[in-house]
């Protein structure tokens, strides 16, 4: 049995793919995103205590309207901007789910910026790993658009809300 690999290279640098990416979920359990393929995903740098927080309602809209067989919303908390994401994991979901009735997938609290930066948020943000483009995590509630073959498509500022005419044409285009 042969097995053939292939590698993409962008400026001579291999770019891994969005699906090779294992985060761990709020709950402290491997999420692997390979059990993404085949469906869009929205990634999203949320907040508890910050202006855009009530647009948990709005991508909780989406995701029961669109979602979870050919769409998901992956939040992914941040405290990184201003310290509007202060509680530990177990408070970031109790808030959540008691204040919005959250039930897309929630990973642990995340580094989306700086030094820190998780590789996921590396891959979405430079060119160089994601083949696509370059861009910067802005403010919390930023949203990233992944297609079904796990590639980026492209990424909404943060005062955009979840039901913006971007994310809904993206999301309408089946």
């Known amino acids: 049995m042969m097995i053939l690999q292939c590698s993409v290279l962008v400026n001579g640098q291999q770019v891994k793919s969005f699906y090779d990416y294992v985060v761990k979920d709020i709950h402290g359990?491997?999420?692997?995103?390979?059990?993404?393929?085949?469906?869009k995903v929205l990634i999203v740098n949320t907040a508890s205590r910050c202006g855009y927080t009530p647009q948990y309602e709005g991508l909780e809209k989406l995701y029961r309207e669109y979602g979870p067989d050919h769409f998901v919303i992956i939040g992914f908390p941040s405290n990184?901007?201003?310290r509007r994401e202060p509680g530990n994991n177990e408070k970031i979901l109790e808030f959540c789910q008691r204040k919005y009735d959250v039930t897309f997938p929630l990973m642990a609290k995340?580094?989306?910026?700086?030094?820190?930066?998780?590789?996921?948020?590396?891959?979405?943000?430079?060119k160089k790993l994601n083949g696509?483009?370059?861009?910067?995590?802005?403010?919390?509630?930023?949203?990233?658009?992944?297609?079904e073959e796990g590639k980026l498509v492209g990424s909404v500022l943060p005062k955009e809300k979840p039901y913006?005419?971007?994310?809904?044409?993206?999301?309408?285009e089946w």
């Open 132 to 147: 696509v483009m370059d861009s910067e995590v802005r403010w919390n509630f930023q949203k990233y658009m992944i297609d």
């Open 110 to 126: 995340t580094s989306v910026k700086g030094k820190r930066m998780h590789p996921v948020y590396k891959w979405l943000t430079r």
């Open 164 to 172: 913006s005419y971007e994310i809904i044409n993206w999301l309408t």
């Open 29 to 39: 359990k491997d999420f692997h995103f390979d059990q993404l393929k085949g469906k």
């Open 80 to 82: 990184d901007f201003w």
